[in-house]
């Protein structure tokens, strides 16, 4: 008899439709986003090893002294932007690209910035595996932004920086959102940035331990660790 080939689905579809319900009770309720986890097969996101643990509510480490996030973060994160599938969307900080992918079923347009080379080439693979077509991918300092394609509709920083970086704000565009991790380096306070009529408001909404953003516009290089 043919084996099937796992394809995304296969062994870990049972974790991931728990992993869905996990979500749900802890109260995530945006049904898109609900469904987008149910498709993404997050361990192929996550090291050999490690793939009996890809769908536990948790961050898991994924080499170069970074972690994927926990599944929580990243369903709130989308949940709070709020989105219709129309828009083009930046995310600062691909690590293992997982959140691309989720981005990539909910969103027009995504791009996203690493700055870690081996990882983006790790993420890059991974995102072709799970069959997105409207991603772009870019090594760099993500605090700068990526101007070419500005403006935005959403931005993401999926890494915890010392301020907002202005850059990410001129990039936003009219009725846009930018979500941001600010604090110091063991905790941050998630912030919702939104441009309207040309104003620029913040918005607190939760405590949240991230990796350091580190750039021009984010930790110095040796402060940041
Ligand atoms: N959402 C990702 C988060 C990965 S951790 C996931 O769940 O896999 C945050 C990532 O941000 C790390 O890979 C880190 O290398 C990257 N990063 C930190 N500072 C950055 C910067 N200035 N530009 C781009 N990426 C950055």
């Known amino acids: 008899m043919a084996r099937p080939v796992d394809s995304g689905g296969g062994e870990f579809r049972g974790a991931r439709e728990r992993l869905v319900e996990t979500l749900r009770e802890k109260g995530i309720r945006d049904l898109s986003v609900l ?3 149910e498709m993404t097969p997050r361990h192929n996101f996550v090291p050999t090893g490690l793939r009996h643990r890809a769908y536990e509510d948790a961050p898991l480490p994924i080499g170069n002294g970074q972690t994927i996030s926990q599944p929580w973060v990243h369903a709130r994160y989308l949940e709070l932007l709020e989105l219709k599938g129309t828009e083009k969307v930046l995310e600062i900080g691909t690590g293992s690209g997982y959140q691309t992918v989720l981005l990539s079923h909910l969103v027009a347009q995504v791009f996203s910035i ?5 990882l983006a080439q790790q993420a890059r693979e991974a995102i072709q595996r799970a069959g997105a077509r409207n991603v772009n991918l870019s090594i760099g300092d993500g605090t700068v932004g990526w101007r070419e394609y500005a403006p935005y509709d959403a931005i993401l920083v999926g890494a915890g920086a010392p301020a907002i ?4 704000v001129d990039q936003l565009a009219e009725g846009g959102r930018l979500l941001v991790p600010v604090g110091d380096r063991e905790e941050q306070q998630l912030v919702v940035v939104q441009k309207k009529d040309g104003k620029v408001t913040t918005r607190d909404i939760a405590p949240m331990r991230f ?3 580190l750039g021009s516009h984010g930790w110095g290089i040796d402060e940041g660790r």
Not at 114 to 118: D, G, T, V
């Open 114 to 118: 690493e700055r870690i080379a081996a």
């Open 165 to 168: 970086p202005q850059p990410l």
């Open 211 to 213: 990796v350091p953003l």
């Open 35 to 37: 469904r987008a986890i």
